[in-house]
């Protein structure tokens, strides 16, 4: 069975500075994906970055960024220059390469404090 | 091209009710997933489907909840004689091939309060 943990109910950082969402999963696959996903008050999920386990290189999009630990089964997301549009719900999510649901984590509520 | 459409929105049914939730994937896309968010939770999968058949249906609860997506219209979850713990949002996703290989998008989802 695949589960994803997000330990970090909620957070909050200041305008302009930076924070790092956690994010541990459990699977015995070796092939697999990763994501983050952002779900704003509008309740919209948008997805925010991607990472396949076998690349090593962290992915990046914008201001945003991971951190990809497969042996400790660890994926933190960055958030650089924090905006107040960041402001919502971050699930972290897993899918199997030959699966075809995602596994999210309960969630972690971000606020972005002027 | 319009994103996946939900509708409702809110949708208020009362115990013993049935529940018609429905979804329009975007233009293209033949991979419809339903999804069910209770408070404080995470998305939990449900079903997965593709023009007219069923693909996975592990995450669907074995009574009153059924989905179909025909090979003309939206997809439908329907949910029969509704109580109160099927109070959730939906969600449904679509994606042009296989979500590992492509990109999931998401709808607004349905509010469903049963009272």
């Known amino acids: 069975a695949q589960t994803v943990t997000q330990s970090q109910p909620e957070m909050s950082v200041q305008e302009a500075e930076t924070v790092t969402l956690s994010c541990t999963y459990d699977t015995s696959e070796n092939n697999y994906y990763l994501f983050w996903y952002k779900q704003p008050p509008s309740r919209q999920m948008i997805l925010v970055i991607r990472q396949e386990a076998y690349k090593q290189q962290n992915a990046t999009e914008n201001r945003f960024s991971v951190n990809f630990q497969k042996a400790a089964k660890s994926f933190s997301l960055k958030i650089s220059d924090s905006q107040l549009g960041d402001t919502a719900m971050y699930f972290c999510?897993?899918?199997?390469?030959?699966?075809?649901?995602?596994?999210f984590g309960t969630g972690t509520s971000l606020t972005v404090i002027p | 091209n319009a994103g996946v459409m939900q509708n409702p929105r809110h949708l208020v049914r009362r115990r013993g009710q049935e529940a018609r939730l429905r979804c329009s994937p975007m233009?293209?896309?033949?991979?419809v997933y339903w999804y069910r968010q209770l408070p404080e939770e995470g998305l939990k999968f449900m079903v997965y489907?593709?023009?007219?058949?069923?693909?996975?249906e592990s995450g669907m609860p074995k009574e009153r909840f059924s989905a179909e997506f025909p090979k003309e219209g939206p997809s439908i979850l329907r949910i029969q004689q509704v109580v109160r713990g099927d109070s959730a949002a939906y969600f449904c996703?679509?994606?042009?091939?296989?979500?590992?290989?492509?990109?999931?998008?998401f709808g607004q989802g349905t509010r469903l309060t049963v009272v």
């Open positions: 489907l593709q023009k007219e058949n069923i693909i996975d």
């Open positions: 233009k293209g896309h033949s991979h």
């Open positions: 999510a897993f899918i199997r390469y030959t699966g075809n649901q995602f596994y």
């Open positions: 996703a679509s994606s042009p091939g296989r979500v590992v290989n492509t990109e999931a998008f």
